[in-house]
């Protein structure tokens, strides 16, 4: 039962971390490149993130250097997702 519990528990970690890994990926990219490794404000890595969803979610009011706005960020990994699941029904 205690062996049954904890593969439960690494499933679950597992499962969870896949589906962060591709914003994470993408974010830790942005970040290592030359136009944006020096920018105090996360405008420049959400707009490599994805120029479309940068300029739908934050294209009329940017980010101040240091600023969270955490209901467009959601919104912000909303677009992403959806964006992602286009791209797959594309490539089938």
Not at 8 to 17: D, F, N, P, R
Not at 34 to 46: A, F, L, M, Q, R
Not at 56 to 78: H, Q, V, W
Request: some cysteine.
């Amino acid at each position: 039962m205690k062996s049954t519990a904890i593969l439960l528990l690494l499933l679950l970690l597992v499962a969870g971390k896949k589906g962060q890994n591709k914003q994470d990926i993408k974010r830790t990219e942005c970040q290592k490149k030359e136009s944006c490794k020096w920018d105090e404000s996360d405008n420049c890595i959400n707009h490599c993130i994805s120029s479309s969803c940068f300029n739908k979610i934050y294209g009329a009011a940017l980010l101040e250097p240091g600023e969270i706005d955490r209901s467009r960020s959601t919104k912000f990994s909303e677009c992403m997702r959806v964006e992602e699941r286009v791209k797959r029904r594309e490539d089938l």
